[in-house]
């Protein structure tokens, strides 16, 4: 299996702020890699697909980068709504994993 | 409107079988894989496996294999996970996603609202 790893786990932003999450495949995945955004208390939603496709209805602030095995969610400008935790996910084999999420907080 | 509407919270105990639905509607449910995704209390996503109701082909984890089982209705557009024998170790939120995708790029581009599982004495 492949094993996603996601840095870091928590952080700490204020609005306005560009912020990078970074994650980690164990081997080459090209750019098989999803993000995912879930906010308390409801599903996940698709942010980005193929690594930086950004998914329809998403804010462009929102941008993804990288291929092989190191990848970057970053967002431009944090809004409110934008604290959240975030997920990475490999589509290139069975089982798809996710990394382990990355909690962003209001500073 | 594409749609997947789950059945509601389950609250059973250690050794009851249970079996929760996933509904899709406002697309061709059998054109698209349909996953199962855990989320322990406090906990990040796990992905359980898929089930394409075509022809009902299904990919387990290897984590979930043996201990879930996915199936699927095509006649009423519903996915199904179950278990046979429950445990505390079961509780948990699971969401049913949609598989979308473009090109050979997979992503779960629709969830469901989630069903919650509590298994206890």
């Known amino acids: 299996d492949i094993q996603m790893t996601q840095s870091p786990s928590s952080l700490s932003a204020s609005v306005g702020d560009r912020v990078t999450i970074t994650c980690r495949a164990s081997?080459?995945?090209?750019?098989?890699l999803n993000w995912y955004q879930q906010k308390p208390g409801k599903a996940p939603k698709l942010l980005i697909y193929?690594?930086?496709s950004l998914q329809s209805g998403v804010p462009s602030r929102f941008s993804g980068s990288g291929s092989g095995t190191d990848f970057t969610l970053t967002i431009s400008s944090l809004q409110p709504e934008d604290f959240a935790t975030y997920y990475c996910?490999?589509?290139?084999?069975?089982?798809?994993?996710f990394g382990q999420g990355t909690r962003l907080e209001i500073k | 409107e594409v749609r997947l509407v789950q059945s509601g919270a389950e609250v059973k105990k250690p050794g009851e079988s249970l079996k929760i639905s996933c509904k899709g509607s406002g697309y061709t449910f059998t054109s698209y894989w349909i996953g199962w995704v855990r989320q322990m209390p406090g906990k990040g996503l796990e992905w359980m496996g898929i089930i394409y109701p075509g022809d009902s082909d299904t990919k387990y984890s290897p984590s979930f294999q043996g201990q879930v089982t996915i199936s699927d209705d095509k006649s009423i557009s519903t996915a199904y996970l179950q278990w046979s024998s429950l445990k505390a170790s079961d509780t948990a939120m699971y969401y049913c996603?949609?598989?979308?995708?473009?090109?050979?790029?997979?992503?779960?581009?629709?969830w469901g609202q989630g069903t919650m599982v509590t298994v206890s004495s």
């Open positions: 996910q490999q589509s290139h084999s069975t089982p798809r994993d």
């Open positions: 193929a690594a930086s």
């Open positions: 081997q080459s995945i090209s750019n098989y």
């Open positions: 996603a949609r598989v979308g995708g473009y090109g050979y790029h997979d992503s779960f581009d629709i």
